[in-house]
RNA sequence: GCCUUUGUAGCUCAGAGGUAGAGCACUUCCUUGGUAAGGAAGAGGUCGCGGGUUCAAUUCCCGCCAAAGGCUCCA
């Protein structure tokens, strides 16, 4: 249809979005499609006819933004899905059901990982002990990985003066969107609940002269900081307002950056391989192509950290997806993204590179020539955050952590109360032997206890009866398999060691 | 923040203008049982919070808070 007789034609509607997107359109690029007596605006074609079309279901309405802007009107918009034939509409939905017993604010409830209170606020997590042991292990999994590589570790409190975040430009960027700052019996004195760990770790830098030879420095902190989201995003573990960082930043010469930045590639790929995150996509994060009024820096300090993020990306030979407008305000990013239980995406590791800090911070350096260099930072967080990668653990797992990561690797299951002090000693053996292990110690038949442990995911039961008493053995149980016949302590630690190491040698 | 929906016991949920109910969990008792739920009794709730309408509100209306699915945002 020519551009003319298509205005007229949603003129005449009264249309006043067709005749908008109309507007933007080339003429003779205009297409119509029709069905029965419905005809609109379309480019088409979705699907030859409808005769494939069998079943049908309405999802879920929900209002979506005119041409996806915020300061636009909000229209509604329906979901509805269809397949040729209606059971395959009902294994999706099925598929579906299976999906939701992944989410992991249903298991963190259900396995004691993590709650929240209304009282403490929304989007503030409270971990139970439980959840607190899982994240401890991912904790001390990655210090770990870290000191081999070179890191140091360093602590900074939660709150920072408030000339720190206008220094950095945080303030401006997101100071009306943040908790805003707190007051002190001082007129005038401010500090700002930390968004981020960079500006006090910038201030650690600089805190005495750097030679060359520091470096890279590399400063790493699990650190705890705070951003008001939006109330609508909130969303389990994944988008909270207070979360722990597992941050670091590298200081580096400028021709260090590229190959920190592919040693730092290695280590997000650690981490993905030990918990088994075997489907991520690698995504380069740049600035929006058109609207530059969101960051900071000169163009060719942002070319500069886009080079090095595309060059050490090219040489480890990853497959990398490019989006516009994802970078950070400072600089450029690689993230890692996941999904989760029902294919959401997510970014989990990051590694920024940042030319922009160490000058609004001033930082220097002193080179071999004896002149003063400024320093390229790398910002980087292979978890991203350990709420959100704990939460996409979780439905990746569906609750069944690897055996080094559970809260609880065993549970002794007495056959009857009488075993009970039989137990307690197995257990204080155990625990001797680095097996995390919980005695159930109710006054519960055995199938009982067994389902039970079986829907709480503990890895092993370890029976114990008049059989194993008088032998001094156990019968062991894995979760999901059944029995595995009965063994020595010893034994069993061993397998417990053995099963460990192949998760992390990649089976 | 915006749109739609939801909020009843620790959990999953039923209920109705006349001050609440089930299953599981919990406590006690009986049972001492060998690989996925033994039996009985008991206790447990300002029906998210604050207003309003009404003789009477947990139920109807308004506001707030929180949650779910989207949108927008994400240092």
């Known amino acids: 249809m020519p551009k003319a007789e298509a205005i007229k034609y949603f003129t005449e509607k009264g249309d006043e979005y067709k005749l908008e997107l109309i507007d933007g359109l080339e003429d003779g690029s205009i297409s119509f499609y029709s069905q029965g007596n419905f005809t609109d605006l379309c480019r088409g074609p979705h699907l030859p006819d409808t005769s494939p ?42 598929l579906l059901e299976e999906a939701k017993k992944r989410d992991h604010r249903k298991l963190g409830k259900e396995l004691d990982l993590f709650t929240f209170s209304e009282k403490v606020g929304a989007g503030l997590p409270l971990w139970l002990p439980k959840g607190t042991a899982l994240r401890e292990r991912l904790v001390n999994f990655l210090k770990t990985a870290q000191e081999k590589a070179g890191y140091v570790q360093v602590a900074t409190p939660h709150i920072g003066g408030k000339a720190l975040y206008e220094t950095s430009g945080h303030w401006e960027k997101y100071g009306k969107d943040s908790f805003q700052p707190i ?83 290695d280590l997000v790929l650690l981490v993905f391989r030990a918990l088994d995150f075997k489907e991520y996509e690698v995504q380069i994060s740049l600035r929006d192509k058109e609207d530059r009024s969101k960051y900071i820096g000169s163009e060719e300090n942002w070319e500069k950290a886009e080079r090095a ?7 480890k030979g990853m497959k990398a997806v490019v989006e516009y407008g994802e970078a950070a305000f400072y600089g450029p990013k690689l993230d890692f993204m996941v999904k989760d239980a029902l294919g ?12 922009n800090l160490p000058e609004r911070f001033e930082l220097e350096y002193v080179g071999a020539d004896n002149q003063k260099h400024r320093p390229v930072m790398i910002h980087r967080a292979p978890f991203g955050s350990l709420e959100r990668f704990t939460a996409v653990l979780i439905e990746h797992t569906a ?73 001094g053995t156990l019968s062991v149980r894995e979760h999901g398999q059944g029995d595995l016949g009965t063994m020595t302590a010893q034994q069993f630690q061993a397998l417990v060691q053995e099963r460990i190491q192949a998760s992390f040698s990649g089976q």
């Open 53 to 94: 079309i069998k079943a049908i279901k309405v999802m879920s309405v929900a209002g979506a933004y005119w041409r996806g802007d915020e300061k636009r009107k909000q229209l509604t918009r329906l979901y509805a899905i269809t397949f040729p034939k209606q059971k395959e509409l009902e294994e999706y939905l099925a």
């Open 309 to 315: 993020i595309t060059e050490a990306v090219a040489e």
């Open 399 to 471: 609750g069944r952590f690897p055996l080094w990561l559970a809260p609880e690797q065993a549970i002794i299951l007495p056959i009857s109360e009488k075993f009970n002090e039989q137990a307690k000693q197995a257990a204080e053996l155990l625990k001797d032997r680095d097996i995390r292990t919980i005695i159930d110690e109710r006054n519960e038949k055995i199938g009982r206890k067994i389902r039970d442990a079986e829907m709480a995911k503990t890895p092993f039961m370890l029976i114990i009866g008049e059989k194993e008493a008088g032998a």
């Open 183 to 265: 007051q002190t019996p001082q007129e005038g004195e401010m500090f700002m609940l930390k968004p981020m760990n960079c500006p006090h770790h910038c201030e650690i830098f600089a805190s005495r002269p750097r030679s060359y030879k520091d470096l890279p420095l590399r400063l790493a902190e699990f650190g705890t900081v705070y951003r008001y989201e939006q109330s609508g995003e909130l969303h389990g573990l994944t988008r909270v307002r207070g979360f722990t960082q597992d941050d670091a930043h590298l200081f580096c010469m400028p021709d260090q950056v590229k190959e920190e930045f592919k040693k730092v590639i």
């Open 344 to 355: 959401r995406k997510w970014q989990l590791g990051t590694i920024q590179v940042d030319y």
